[in-house]
T-cell receptor
Framework: GEDVEQSLFLSVREGDSSVINCTYT??????LYWYKQEPGAGLQLLTY?????DMKQDQRLTVLLNKKDKHLSLRIADTQTGDSAIYFC??????????FGPGTRLSVLP | GAVVSQHPSWVICKSGTSVKIECRSL??????MFWYRQFPKQSLMLMAT?????????EQGVEKDKFLINHASLTLSTLTVTSAHPEDSSFYIC????????????FGQGTRLTVV
């Protein structure tokens, strides 16, 4: 079946850029998503990218998609302490199923 | 990682009937469970948050009498879609958390509901 993988932990210093990586196996993914989860809270959609795009930028967030390598990344510029959370990568296949990665815990150090 | 099992993975039902979806945490105690719904080409929408032994907290716009959530044990939460209509057809996904601060939530596989 489809699989989505992420590294589990990332630590950065406040003001630096964070890059969270994700790999997936389903070559027919249509949309790829990044979600943020703060402690005790539900998921918050950060951004998404359609599979025929290779980059999307939204303020401090930059999503890069390498469809050939099935690699997705989320870059957060000027990382702040409020960005500390767990970030989930997810892929969707024509609305048929939705597969999440295990999440990357981002810790922002002062 | 921790395992959350959601059942069934897909279901087809007739309009007017009720459907129950189960979400089980297999190797940890899930004091908090989240239920989401996804509309085609849209993001996941949080429907409700349930804590074991207490009533679920529903998000604005979600009908609690239509989407009944029961979280009676530390390993099981159920979502019952009552009197289902075709517009309830969607992908429903649960996630479970131990509920302690700074613990992540683990997702079930999702349930594709089709109401005909």
């Amino acid at each position: 079946g489809e699989d989505v993988e992420q590294s589990l932990f990332l630590s950065v210093r406040e003001g630096d850029s964070s890059v969270i990586n994700c790999t997936y196996t389903d070559s027919s993914s249509t949309y790829l998503y990044w979600y943020k989860q703060e402690p005790g809270a539900g998921l918050q959609l950060l951004t998404y990218i359609f599979s025929n795009m290779d980059m999307k930028q939204d303020q401090r967030l930059t999503v890069l998609l390498n469809k050939k390598d099935k690699h997705l990344s989320l870059r957060i510029a000027d990382t702040q302490t409020g960005d500390s959370a767990i970030y989930f990568c997810a892929e969707e296949n024509y609305g048929q199923n939705f597969v999440f990665g295990p999440g990357t815990r981002l810790s922002v150090l002062p | 990682g921790a395992v959350v099992s959601q059942h069934p993975s897909w279901v087809i039902c007739k309009s007017g009937t009720s459907v129950k979806i189960e979400c089980r945490s297999l190797d940890f105690q899930a004091t908090t469970m989240f239920w989401y719904r996804q509309f085609p080409k849209q993001s996941l929408m949080l429907m409700a948050t349930s804590n074991e032994g207490s009533k679920a907290t529903y998000e604005q716009g979600v009908e609690k009498d239509k989407f009944l959530i029961n979280h009676a044990s530390l390993t099981l939460s159920t979502l019952t879609v009552t009197s289902a209509h075709p517009e309830d057809s969607s992908f429903y996904i649960c996630s479970a958390s131990e509920g302690r601060p700074n613990t992540e939530a683990f997702f079930g596989q999702g349930t594709r509901l089709t109401v005909v």
